[in-house]
């Protein structure tokens, strides 16, 4: 079965600092990863994905995210966190060879302070 | 470009009347079609997914329904609501490679 843990419910960060939101997931075989962002009362907007080739994926408005299959995680991260990043950020799977199912995590909600 | 519509935005309906919600996709052909609810602001649940019309897979048996009666219509139903079908509900559109899925904008069911 495939599935997505986010460990944190919110993240707190400084304006101009660096931030990080955690992702693991469980999947057989190859994963396709994904980390979406949604504000309030919207749908999910699409950041980034991982499907093959370098672990360090770059996406929008300066997310990058690295993908680790030791420790089968993918975290999203930016070197610099803005007020505008505060939202709720959601990691999915997919299984490369299994379905079309996407799988996504809690999410955590993102809290940059001024 | 392709582009996702759901309708309606917003839902008040009394527990035990019926539900029709309804995404359409613009700009692709047979796409994959997803329901997806969201409860209390956070996790996502996939309900319903689609492949093509008329091929709907459930992941979770639910007081819900959902049908695919053209290639970019996807459907959510149910005869009689519960409470606890409150939430707010998500249709999503992804490419044959399965790659990526992109979301409407949702639509807030609230059973009163």
């Known amino acids: 079965a495939q599935s997505v843990a986010q460990p944190e419910d919110q993240v707190n960060v400084a304006e101009g600092n660096p931030l990080t939101v955690k992702c693991t997931y469980s999947?057989?075989?190859?994963?396709?990863l994904f980390w979406y962002v949604q504000y309030p009362n919207r749908g999910l907007q699409f950041l980034l994905k991982?499907?093959?080739?370098?672990?360090l994926v770059k996406g929008s408005y300066g997310f990058e995210a690295e993908f680790n299959k030791s420790q089968t995680s993918f975290h999203l991260k930016k070197p610099s966190a803005l007020v505008s990043d505060s939202a709720l950020y959601f990691c999915?799977?997919?299984?490369?060879?299994?379905?079309?199912?996407?799988?996504f995590g809690t999410g955590t909600s993102l809290t940059v302070i001024p | 470009s392709q582009t996702i519509h759901q309708w309606p935005a917003t839902l008040v309906q009394p527990v035990g009347s019926p539900l029709s919600l309804e995404c359409t996709v613009e700009?692709?052909?047979?796409?994959?079609l997803y329901w997806y609810r969201q409860a209390a602001g956070r996790g996502l649940q996939l309900l319903f997914y689609?492949?093509?019309?008329?091929?709907i897979s459930s992941e979770v048996p639910q007081n819900l329904s959902a049908s695919r009666p053209q290639d970019r219509q996807f459907i959510l139903s149910s005869k009689k609501l519960l409470l606890s079908d409150s939430g707010f509900y998500l249709c999503?559109?992804?490419?044959?490679?399965?790659?990526?899925?992109?979301f409407g904008e949702g639509s807030w069911l609230t059973v009163v």
């Open positions: 999503a559109w992804g490419g044959l490679l399965g790659n990526t899925i992109y």
């Open positions: 999947v057989s075989g190859n994963p396709y």
């Open positions: 991982y499907i093959t080739g370098d672990n």
């Open positions: 999915a799977v997919r299984a490369s060879n299994t379905g079309n199912q996407f799988y």
């Open positions: 700009g692709t052909s047979n796409p994959n």
């Open positions: 689609s492949v093509g019309i008329g091929q």
